[in-house]
């Protein structure tokens, strides 16, 4: 975080800050934003938090006294708040389309100072201060990394350590992925010393099911779980139909891939899930490149074993392509 001073100058600087984050909050997303605000209002400045959309119910109890405006609901509002900023934060995510072509478009549009902080590879060039730390579990852990690089620790309170430790905890998969390094667990023991009660935080995002919820979910791996022996592949998949017959909220599929993950002999998960006419794909795995084929086939990317991707065929389309992929991906 060698841009850490800058980037607090660059706050005290400002007199109108926007956080921004990409399409389909998760908890690192959620976390950092409301990490970064809490930090920025310890320096008495006044901070808006503006998302493309609505932030999941399983992770809603982290917004205290915090306003997050959504651009799916508030367009015109968003657009005022990004064009009359002077300081806007780019939080975890690499390129403007992230936030989708619309919001996007007036990010790029406005004449703020822009500063990016992501975790995620190939950043785009738009903005005036760049952290891009791919090798990072979280941008929550880049968050701590700001405040304590920058000398500011003092600052830190188990209000600001809450959205930090929830956004590491959801993007390691609770700290078992391989990204998780011995500086992780040195950050977590610092925002437990902070007064954070870890225990609520696991508990709030972990045990607050909806009995549609788990319904919905059972449903997903007894029904549509298939697997594709031969290359240690599991596929998921759910039309909005079958949604809708569970009473869908957003964030009841969250983790579903990693369970599809889970199964024994598996290398590969892959979760298809449509979503306004349009198919969202989750790729995650073991130790195949799957950001390399969600970027080549499905206009999509992301980390090397956690990615991302969209497709306009139908769902059985869709599946049949990507299973026509399988041997070349996945053989040898």
Request: hydrophobic share 40%.
């Amino acid at each position: 975080m060698i841009e850490a001073n800058n980037i607090v100058e660059a706050i005290k600087k400002a007199d109108k800050i926007v956080i921004t984050s990409h399409r389909s909050p998760d908890g690192d997303s959620i976390g950092s934003s409301l990490g970064l605000a809490r930090f920025i209002q310890a320096f008495g400045k006044k901070v808006d938090i503006c998302h493309p959309d609505p932030c999941p119910e399983f992770i809603k109890w982290t917004i205290k006294n915090d306003t997050i405006i959504d651009f799916e609901s508030s367009e015109e509002l968003v657009i005022q708040k990004l064009n009359d900023a002077d300081l806007i934060f780019s939080l975890d995510y690499n390129a403007a389309y992230r936030l989708g072509n619309d919001m996007g478009d007036a990010l790029k549009a406005t004449s703020a100072k822009k500063i990016m902080i992501d975790h995620h590879l190939d950043p785009d060039e738009y903005a005036d201060i760049t952290v891009s730390e791919p090798d990072v579990c979280s941008t929550a852990q880049l968050i701590y990394e700001l405040i304590d690089a920058s000398g500011n620790s003092g600052l830190l309170n188990s209000e600001m350590a809450e959205p930090i430790y929830l956004g590491i905890m959801t993007d390691t998969g609770s700290f078992r992925y391989n990204t998780v390094t011995p500086r992780t667990h040195d950050i977590l023991s610092l925002l437990l010393k902070s007064g954070l009660d870890h225990t609520n935080v696991h508990e709030s995002t972990y045990d607050g099911n909806r009995i549609d919820k788990l319904k919905l979910r059972g449903y997903a791996i007894a029904e549509k779980l298939e697997i594709v022996e031969k290359y240690g592949v599991a596929i998921l998949s759910l039309t909005e139909e079958e949604l809708a017959r569970f009473n869908y909220i957003k964030g009841d599929t969250e983790g579903l891939v990693n369970i599809a993950l889970s199964v024994e002999g598996v290398q590969t998960a892959v979760f298809f899930n449509e979503s306004k006419g349009r198919i969202k794909i989750s790729f995650r795995s073991k130790g195949v490149p799957v950001n390399v084929l969600a970027n080549e086939n499905f206009d999509g990317g992301g980390h090397k074993f956690a990615a991302g991707g969209i497709s306009d065929l139908s769902m059985n389309d869709t599946l049949e392509k990507f299973k026509l992929l399988i041997p070349k991906y996945f053989g040898e």
